[in-house]
């Protein structure tokens, strides 16, 4: 059994990258579980695994821009009527 399931992420097409930026959510979440499990009971996270983590947001960040640019984005809050 592989140890991330989702980690093929970074192999996905830049074609689809909203498909791409799913699988790295998916990552994410397995990769946050699994130091939540193992360094939750030394209560502390390795600084590998910190980095790693925060490499993994970042280029979620990175990926959401590219999903919904910045200037096409509505708040929630936005209401228009006709």
Do not use: C
């Not at 498909?19 to 979440?29: D, E, G, M, S, V």
């Not at 193992?38 to 502390?44: F, I, L, N, P, S």
């Amino acid at each position: 059994m592989p140890l991330w399931t989702y980690a093929d992420w970074i192999t996905y097409s830049d074609a689809d990258l909203s498909a791409k930026l799913t699988r790295l959510r998916l990552h994410i979440q397995e990769v946050s579980q699994r130091v939540a499990a193992v360094e939750g009971r030394t209560h502390k996270m390795t600084e590998a695994n910190q980095d790693y983590l925060q490499a993994l947001l970042k280029r979620e960040k990175e990926l959401a821009e590219e999903v919904v640019p910045r200037g096409r984005r509505r708040n929630i809050g936005e209401f228009s009527r006709g």
